[in-house]
């Protein structure tokens, strides 16, 4: 009944035959043309028309299979909003492996269709659209993933196209997308969109999409990406709330396994849920149905963050997330206000002043609304603190009527540091040093996700108490956050000054055993050297008698030999007098170097057996 009151014009005409039997897989043969010429149309309550319309088709079978039908759409063109547009198609049988020609161009301007076509009152359409398509080859190449037998190519370009309607939760615009392509590649030099508020501008490569679309092989890419503002929960669908007090449910976002994306993103803002990110600024990848983060840093929360690791989705009943964190010098106040879980994870410090830095490697399931899975949650870091500042904390200020130290009710905590890990729905933090109020703790324990707590720890009380012995005081911290128990371990206590006696005990009898062994090593270091020295002595005397007795040999020798010499009583005589006295000097000389060496051997081992004595 839309089209009683359209108005038309032009002529159509239409011929053909269909002849013979269908018997089987016998089918007769046929021929069908269709004509229209300068045809067009005008809804009457709207402005334009339609002009132009030309239609030449073709359909025919000579053989007696429907496989031999060849379809031929030489021509179909119109003119819409003074824009023309063409197209051809081309079809050769067989038809089971059909090798086609096709070709489109033109523009269509969406603002001018509401002025051709009725559209419901929320909808709106603007924009040129222009492009110029062609592709050609059999289907079976397209089958047997041969594209390169396969033309396909062209361009499309968009420009200031804006479409707002009831299906599409926000206003899409795209101010400009320019993109050409061929058999495997699309090269897509400009983007730049707008949905609701958020706004991307894009450019880069997308690789084997021809695969993708016909045979889900994988759709490869580079792309850079630029937004001055983005809210990534706009583009989360949400699942109807089951309560009408209870906001709506975020589902799971599902990321495709046949995607691999990499994409350079430089995000002046982020949004996710309450978190605002300003400047974010990495890699992200999108592989194997997970979404990667490569070095994203940002900055957030007052400070700075640095990003890495996946949100996985390879099982869509069982999505996670996988990240290591370095953030730095960021505010207590922004993180609990922004962060729903920092209340589940640290408690004590949703009402704190000041700003912390953290690195922590975390990962856990997420339930069907984006929220973790508590029951999967685990990880471990480092946390550390310049100063912070507390007040009005259950847990100090039952600490502080325990203690009788009112002053640890609001207190502020100076390079506060401690390394923890969270497993089995408890966060346990390794014991460390913290100083309230000037009074010295070292605490350690675990906190629960349920907001239960079990800390113990040694409390050294201040000077001006005069406890003594009993300065130092264990104390237990249970209960919950809202409502905490400590009570005061007075065992730890006396262990810590039995272990102090003992202690002192062992550093008394450690200084005498180390005196008395001073003592003796003096007295033995005392006799070695009087031993050396008297058989130093008793060397010095063997040389000196060895010598005394060498010196009488050669001394006797010469008288000897003198007197010799002095018997001669003609030169012959005289001459061998002389003779026989030198070998008798020598004789005596090497008499005398026998027994100085002999004694030089004898000294040296009274001095060696001395030395090594002791």
């Known amino acids: 009944t839309s089209f009683e009151d359209v108005k038309t014009g032009g002529s159509v005409k239409l011929s053909g035959f269909v002849k013979g039997k269908m018997v089987g897989s016998s089918f007769p043969n046929f021929d069908l043309k269709l004509n229209v010429d300068k045809a067009w149309f005008q809804y009457p309550s709207l402005p334009q028309s339609v002009q132009n319309i030309n239609i030449a088709t073709h359909v025919y079978n000579t053989g007696n299979a429907l496989d031999q039908t060849v379809v031929d759409v030489s021509n179909f063109s119109l003119v819409m909003a003074k824009n023309p547009f063409s197209a051809k198609l081309h079809v050769i049988h067989p038809m089971t492996d059909p090798e086609l020609e096709m070709k489109a161009t033109g523009k269509i301007d969406l603002g001018s269709i509401k002025d051709l076509y009725p559209l419901e009152a929320e909808m709106k359409l603007n924009g040129i659209f222009d492009m110029n398509v062609e592709a050609g080859g059999k289907m079976s190449y397209l089958d047997q993933n041969q594209y390169d037998k396969f033309h396909f ?18 206003e899409v615009s795209i101010a400009k997308a320019n993109m050409t392509f061929n058999n495997n ?46 809210n990534a929960s706009d583009f989360m669908t949400s699942e109807p709330a089951k309560t009408p007090e209870k906001s709506e449910a975020l589902t799971v976002i599902v990321i495709p396994q046949n995607i ?36 994203l840093f940002t900055q957030a929360f007052g400070g700075t963050m640095l990003v890495n690791g996946a949100y996985t989705t390879t099982d869509p009943k069982k999505p996670s997330f996988d990240f290591n964190l370095n953030i730095n010098e960021v505010l207590f106040k922004e993180v609990f206000k922004q962060v729903g879980l920092a209340q589940k994870l640290v408690p004590i410090f ?4 000041g700003n912390f830095s953290t690195k922590l490697s975390i990962n856990s ?50 390079d506060l540091a401690f390394m923890f890990e969270i497993k089995d729905g408890k966060i346990t933090t390794q014991p460390f040093d913290v100083v309230l109020s000037g009074v010295k703790m070292n605490i350690g ?38 409502k905490p128990t400590v009570s005061l371990d007075l065992t730890n206590t006396l262990k810590t000054m039995v272990t ?26 005392r006799q070695k050297e009087m031993a050396i020295k008297a058989a130093q002595e008793k060397a010095a005397q063997i040389r000196a008698t060895a010598q005394q007795l060498s010196d009488k040999i050669i001394n006797e020798a010469q008288s000897q030999a003198d007197q010799l010499i002095a018997k001669a009583s003609n030169p012959i005589t005289k001459r061998l007098a002389q003779a026989a006295s030198q070998k008798l000097i020598d004789d005596a000389k ?18 060696q057996k001395a030395e090594t004595s002791f």
């Open 185 to 230: 590649l699309i090269d897509l030099s400009t983007l730049q969109i707008k949905i609701g508020r958020n706004d991307i501008t894009a450019s880069g490569k997308v690789e084997n999409f021809m695969a993708y679309a016909l045979h889900d092989k994988t759709l490869l890419g580079k792309l850079n990406l630029q937004s001055t503002y983005f």
């Open 590 to 607: 090497r008499k005398a170097d026998q027994y100085n060496s002999q004694a030089d051997e004898e000294a040296k081992k009274v001095i």
């Open 365 to 414: 399931n997420l339930k069907s609304g984006m929220m973790p899975d508590l029951a999967t949650l685990t990880g471990k870091g480092s946390f550390s603190s310049k100063s912070v500042g507390l007040a009005n904390v259950p847990v100090l200020t039952t600490l502080a009527k325990t203690l009788k130290i009112k002053e640890l009710s609001n207190t502020n905590l100076k």
């Open 445 to 482: 324990g675990s906190t629960g996700l349920d907001q239960s707590i079990a800390y113990v720890g040694k409390v050294q009380m201040p000077d001006k108490l005069n406890l003594g012995k009993l300065s130092t005081v264990g104390v237990k911290i249970g209960g919950t956050f809202s």
């Open 260 to 295: 691999n994306f990499t994409m350079a993103a430089d995000f002046k803002q982020l949004v996710y849920e309450k978190m605002n990110f300003t400047n974010a600024k990495g890699q992200l990848m999108v592989v194997d149905g997970a979404l990667k983060f490569q070095n």
């Open 500 to 525: 102090d006696a003992k202690a002192k005990v062992v550093e008394e009898v450690t200084k005498q055993v180390d005196a008395a062994k001073t003592k003796a090593l003096e007295e033995a270091r």
């Open 350 to 353: 949703e009402k704190a002043n």
């Open 153 to 170: 190519g062209g361009k499309l370009n968009l420009s200031n196209m804006l479409v707002k309607m009831k299906e599409l939760p926000q």
